[in-house]
């Protein structure tokens, strides 16, 4: 069972940035595809960036351009660069494989963006 650990997150003013990582146990991280998910308060969880084992990426249309997903596979570690936070990119943010999450979900980490 694949165990995923994110953090990164916090309260950071509209246009700021954070990086999140996800660090994941176990080899099979590496064949996977990774996505980064958010779920706002009282909405469903969206897949907002995906990568591929090999590194091509795909984006939400509401992120793209402004966040980045990487991956480091001799860490067994995915990021996620945010850069121009807006107000509604509040969400707890998770990593789990994509498009279909289907790895133990981990706890998230929060980001708030608010002045």
């Known amino acids: 069972q694949v165990q995923l650990v994110e953090s990164g997150g916090g309260l950071v003013q509209p246009g700021g940035s954070l990086r999140l990582s996800c660090t994941a146990s176990?080899?099979?991280?590496?064949?996977?595809?990774m996505g980064w998910y958010r779920q706002a308060p009282g909405k469903e969880r969206e897949l907002v960036a995906t990568?591929?084992?090999?590194?091509?990426?795909l984006y939400a249309d509401s992120v793209k351009g402004r966040f980045t997903i990487s991956r480091d596979n001799a860490k067994n570690t995915a990021y996620l660069q945010m850069n121009s936070l807006k107000v509604e990119d509040t969400a707890v943010y998770y990593c789990?494989?994509?498009?279909?999450?289907?790895?133990?979900w981990g706890q998230g980490t929060q980001v708030t963006v608010s002045s």
């Open positions: 176990g080899s099979i991280f590496r064949l996977s595809t």
């Open positions: 990568i591929t084992s090999g590194g091509s990426t």
């Open positions: 789990n494989a994509a498009p279909r999450a289907t790895m133990a």
